[in-house]
């Protein structure tokens, strides 16, 4: 059995207000072939920034509430909600709460969504 415990996952701050930690996948000693997966905490008023790539993803909403827009839409998302992204569809999630938002991610195909690089490199507008 292959396991690790959320605790021991440090994760990386990201400088739009949240921390992202890989359970699966990109620097996790769990792989997959298929996919990627992690959990999110968007800290109040923070985000997840604009961004489209080639594997589709969905975000399940653990607690918190924010703004979701997926292409042309936007909505409320909240804890239980669970939002679906095609590939190469533009979107972006921003926690409007006064507490912490957490949320999961699976992506498919397994690999490295290059958003993460350009923010961290203050290559992606941060809102």
């Known amino acids: 059995m292959r396991r690790i415990h959320l605790d021991d996952v440090e994760g990386t701050l990201f400088p739009a207000g949240r921390r992202t930690k890989v359970l699966v996948g990109k620097d996790s000693p769990l792989q997959a072939k298929g996919f990627a997966m992690g959990r999110v905490r968007v800290f109040p008023g923070g985000s997840i920034p604009a961004h489209e790539h080639v ?73």
Do not use: C
């Not at 957490?102 to 490199?121: K, N, Q």
């Open 55 to 127: 594997n589709e993803e969905i975000y399940h909403i653990l607690s918190g509430a924010g703004e979701m827009q997926v292409g042309n839409e936007t909505e409320t998302v909240r804890a239980g909600d669970t939002v679906y992204m095609e590939p190469d569809v533009p979107h972006t999630l921003r926690n409007t709460g006064d507490s912490n938002m957490e949320l999961l991610f699976v992506y498919s195909p397994a690999g490295v969504v290059e958003h993460w690089r350009e923010e961290l490199e203050g290559k992606r507008p941060q809102g």
